[in-house]
């Protein structure tokens, strides 16, 4: 990357300001004063217990260890349990469709789950509560959280159902130490990505020139990126397919190209995971992924190229540069007889000093644009800063990857086996527009009644 | 031992039994009989027949619900997904039925017969069957990573190349049996084994005495004596072999694309990553039948392998 700037905390300061006013993470509106936090009755539910349902990950690691915290400041008791995602999708969706979830408060996948609650009717709307002064306490601030996350947390008719506290930007992993070795700059455009790839992919010496998820269904986020480089998403504001268009196309040849051409054997069947030790045992000279899985890249206990990992913002597109986006958020449900207890616990989870712990703990990118205020976590941080310049850059950038509709999970099925045939050699166009005419009628049925 | 003798009232037959009591405890006997056909009505005819009437609804979870008889069968001839799982399935258990059952066989032939250490040597062959599915599965995985895993790094050690395992279309299949394979042919030989401590040594001697050859004995004596309890280990795996989901899921998914998606893991897709609970209905039911047909001709086949005295 060439635009690295200096750790300064005026660099910083104007990198968090910046985010707000693109949208993706709000407003330089953040430590407000405590002194009206005395005045808030954290206490008027004491006594009360609440059920939360959350998703198996190291955030969720942070909100269990503030349980007890929080039962101390409120007398709430929180009975929580975490879910490996794909069950606690499930559990989601048929405890909600029941109309009598057994948990007052959920996490979900917004990049999933968002139109299907808003369809369902799963969550309350918080917006009233953030309003209501009895409720909500003064230094919750609000508008700390990132404008753009925000934006992707609320429903198509206005209602804030889930307050987001996790954003994903996916961006380009590099080693170093193979770029230079090879004397390859990181790439400036996708183009240039495969021919960079292309330079570096030695499978003699067991290393690919890039890596990323192949696996069906794991592999569409990698394409939607790849999409988003032409100025579109895969489906328009209207809820159009363009997924047969010649801007997937050629975001569908490029995957292709990438994955097939310079990517390590058997990519066809690799998910993150996979990716990540391929990456992290320095097989891969780069890997397209969410910085969420940027962790165990830095532990030497786990990783080869400890200090050697670049971290580089998704380059631009033919038209348009951005980095696909994806986060979580967490509501109250919307049957909940304690949706006011359920509020004071998903204010004190998503405070400022929980979100930071999040960003020092290396769990995620948190939604409040104050933790990246925090110079001194920034630079004690194990990452360094060009780990958070590509956040804070991809931030600026970032756009929803996956389409905002109900069928999101078929979506990536059908379209997940069209890239991993593509890998296989198959025909792009042809195989992108055989899912589209298999899809389009789900997608159809999803948007009636 | 110990002879009784019985009374001489006991051996008159039934016909000549004194009519000591002719009231007839049919209806009260029922009462008994009452809370294992609650249980049965409850756990097993009851989701059948919600199955069924499920399968004739269309029905997503979170969306309405709606008559359409037969429509998602009709759907279901038409989806080359169910389809293709179909044939993976089949593709799948006929190799994960067949070979066991040969190396099985041929094991329990070996422990058969006496050598040393035959007991050490039984036990550490019978340990992957105790072995749960999942963790043998993620334990595969691990082995199967084409740049990371043992079993590439083993086979450059000879010279061979990197193969991509379960990471090919084409090899995805073969590769999950190799699994299959490794945890339950020591079932397999088990039950051979057990077949084969039962049998009698008078044949054997009778074919000594006639100079039949090791072959001959195997071929006229072993096998058709031993074929009772093969087809108890060829029922056994091929309802297992069906069922199969765990091991497929955990390694695979299904993929690459829809390689190694059988029916269960088309049926779990879309009744719990689809919930379209209507249309996972009538798979079940497509499923039922062909177990049903395939169960009959086990049992007929394994009617046919009785001994006969």
């Known amino acids: 990357m060439t635009e690295i700037l200096k750790p300064t905390r005026r660099g910083l300061l104007r990198g968090a300001a910046a985010l707000g006013a693109s949208g993706a993470i709000a407003s330089p509106l953040v430590l407000r004063e405590a002194h009206a936090q005395a005045a808030f009755n954290w206490k008027r539910f004491s006594g009360q217990s609440i059920d939360v349902l959350l998703v198996k990950n190291p955030r969720s690691d942070l909100f269990q260890a503030a349980e007890k915290e929080f039962t101390e400041l409120t007398g709430i008791k929180v009975s929580s349990e975490q879910v490996p995602e794909q069950q606690q999708r499930q559990k989601a969706v ?15 996948s917004l990049h999933v789950q968002k139109r299907m609650a808003a369809k369902g009717k799963w969550f309350a709307d918080l917006s009233p509560m953030i309003k209501d002064a009895s409720l909500t306490s003064p230094d919750f601030n609000f508008e700390d959280f990132g404008a753009g996350a925000v934006a992707y947390a609320r429903q198509a008719d206005g209602a804030l ?49 890039f890596v990323s998820r192949g696996l069906k269904n794991a592999n569409v986020p990698v394409w939607a990126c790849l999409v988003l480089g032409q100025g579109i998403e895969t489906t328009s504001a209207e809820g159009k397919l363009l997924t047969d268009t010649p801007e997937a196309i050629w975001a569908g040849e490029l995957y292709k190209k990438l994955n097939k051409d310079t990517g390590p054997v058997g990519s066809v069947g690799f998910n993150w995971n996979e990716c990540q030790t391929t990456f992290m045992q320095g097989r891969a000279a780069m890997w397209l992924d969410g910085i969420g899985f940027a962790t165990p890249l830095e532990d030497p206990s786990k990783s080869r190229i400890v200090g050697k990992v670049g971290y580089g913002v998704t380059p631009p597109g033919p038209k348009a540069h951005h980095a696909g986006m994806f986060g979580d958020g967490i509501g109250i449900s919307r049957g909940s007889a304690k949706k006011e207890a359920a509020w004071l616990y998903i204010q004190f989870i998503t405070n400022k000093a929980q979100q930071l712990a999040m ?10 644009s ?48 069209a890239l991993t045939n593509a890998i296989g050699g198959a025909d792009v166009a042809a195989e992108l527009k055989k899912a589209t005419e298999a899809f389009a009628p789900v997608l159809a049925k999803s948007e009636q009644g | 031992m110990t002879s009784t003798t019985l009374p001489a009232s006991s051996l008159t037959s039934p016909a000549q039994a004194p009519a000591a009591d002719s009231r007839d405890f049919t209806p009260r006997y029922w009462l008994f009989s009452l809370p294992a056909v609650l249980i049965v009505a409850s756990v097993i005819v ?29 759907e279901l001839a038409r989806d080359p997904r169910f389809i293709e799982s179909m044939g993976h399935t089949f593709y799948y258990t006929v190799l994960a039925v067949v070979l066991p059952i040969l190396f099985g066989t041929a094991a329990a032939l070996v422990f058969h017969r006496e050598f040393p250490f035959r007991g050490l040597l039984r036990t550490i ?18 082995m199967f990573h084409p740049q990371l895993g043992v079993l590439n790094y083993l086979l450059s050690l000879v010279g061979i190349g ?45 074919a000594l005495i006639d100079g039949a050859n090791a072959w001959h004995m195997f071929r006229h004596i072993t096998l058709p004596l031993v074929w009772p309890f093969i087809m108890v280990a060829i029922v056994i795996r091929t309802i297992d072999a069906l069922k199969a989901f765990d091991t497929i899921f955990v390694i695979t998914q299904g993929g690459p694309g829809t390689a190694s998606e059988t029916l269960n893991i088309f049926l779990y897709l879309q009744a719990f990553q689809f919930y379209k609970i209507g249309y996972a209905s009538a798979v079940v039911v497509i499923f039922f039948v062909i177990i049903i047909m395939l169960s009959l001709l086990l049992l007929y086949a394994r009617q046919k392998s009785k001994w006969n005295a």
């Open chain 1, 359 to 368: 960003l020092k703990a290396g769990a995620g990118a948190p939604a409040r």
């Open chain 1, 161 to 209: 159902d889930t307050l987001p506290y996790f954003v994903d930007y996916w961006m380009v992993y590099y080693n170093k130490e193979l770029f230079d070795a090879k004397g390859v700059a990181f790439p400036k455009t996708m183009d240039e990505m495969a021919v960079a790839a292309a330079k570096l992919h030695d499978p003699a010496k067991g290393v690919a020139g």
């Open chain 1, 94 to 108: 048929i405890e909600f469709a029941s109309g009598k979830p057994s948990f007052d408060v959920s996490a979900i």
């Open chain 2, 46 to 74: 009851f989701p059948w027949l919600f199955t069924l009437y499920m399968s004739t609804q269309d029905w997503k979870i979170g969306g309405g619900q709606e008559f359409v008889g037969l429509q998602n069968f009709v």
């Open chain 1, 370 to 417: 104050s933790a990246y205020l925090d110079t001194a976590t920034i630079e004690a941080s194990k990452f360094g800063k060009q780990y958070f310049d590509c956040l804070l850059n991809s931030a600026k950038i970032a756009r929803a990857a996956l389409p905002q509709i109900v069928p999101v999970t078929e979506f990536r099925d059908v379209f997940g086996v």
């Open chain 2, 162 to 206: 990197p193969q991509a395992w379960v990471y090919s279309p084409g090899t995805v299949i073969p590769t999950l049996i190799l699994v299959e394979v490794w945890h339950w042919t020591p079932l397999v030989m088990l039950i051979v084994l057990g077949g084969l401590a039962g049998l009698p040594r008078e044949p054997y001697e009778s």
């Open chain 2, 125 to 142: 062959f019978v340990m992957p069957m105790m072995a749960t599915p999942v963790a043998v599965a993620l334990v595969w995985t691990m």
